[in-house]
């Protein structure tokens, strides 16, 4: 699969048929299930799924395929939601914190927002004692950072990276 891009740009959206986002549904809730399966679902042959799935990496609709691991089963047992507040707003301020925080594997998630704050991130540490070095070190000694809040889940009520595929229109 391909590599989702590291910077946001506007692109045109592919022509989706009704056929392409039947297999999106499909591939989104397991991309092992094997393309004669999916042939069968959508009423198409295993070739004309292999194209369209081709098609749809080619065009970045599909980004990559991977394996959600359970943080725990790894003894990862903090995950945290973390509220960061940019000194400001130049580009080269935020770019220098989103090469940062792309950089460091314990950030799962990251999001540059607006609405009084700069970055939204998920971060999933082992304990507190490796989350609060962490946290020092990607924000309370970096010069960019101006503040930064810390919100301690308590459970993981719902995890996916599903995306909502409407009909084609």
């Known amino acids: ?11 045109s959206s592919p022509r989706l048929d009704s056929f392409d986002r039947a297999i999106l549904r499909i591939v ?3 991309a ?11 009423n198409l042959s295993a070739a004309a799924v292999q194209r369209r799935i081709a098609a749809m990496e080619a065009a970045g609709v599909i980004t ?3 394996a959600l691991v359970d943080p725990a089963a790894l003894g990862q047992d903090i995950t945290s939601i973390v509220q960061v507040n940019l000194r400001d707003e130049r580009a080269t301020t935020v770019d220098a914190a989103k090469a940062l925080f792309r950089a460091r594997p314990e950030v799962q998630q990251c999001y540059y927002v607006t609405g009084g704050v700069s970055f939204v991130l998920v ?4 304990d507190m004692r490796a989350y609060e070095a962490l946290t020092r070190e990607l924000f309370a000694e970096n010069d960019c950072i101006a503040s930064y809040g810390s919100l301690i889940a ?3 009520v719902k995890v996916d990276t ?3 595929i409407p009909p084609p229109g």
Do not use: N
């Not at 092992?32 to 959508?42: C, K, L, N, S």
């Open 1 to 11: 699969m391909t590599r989702s891009s590291s910077k946001s740009s506007p692109r």
């Open 28 to 30: 989104q809730q397991d």
């Open 32 to 42: 092992r299930t094997p393309q004669r399966r999916i042939a069968e679902a959508v």
């Open 64 to 66: 990559r395929s991977v």
């Open 123 to 126: 971060i999933v540490a082992s």
């Open 154 to 156: 308590l459970d993981r």
């Open 162 to 164: 599903g995306v909502v």
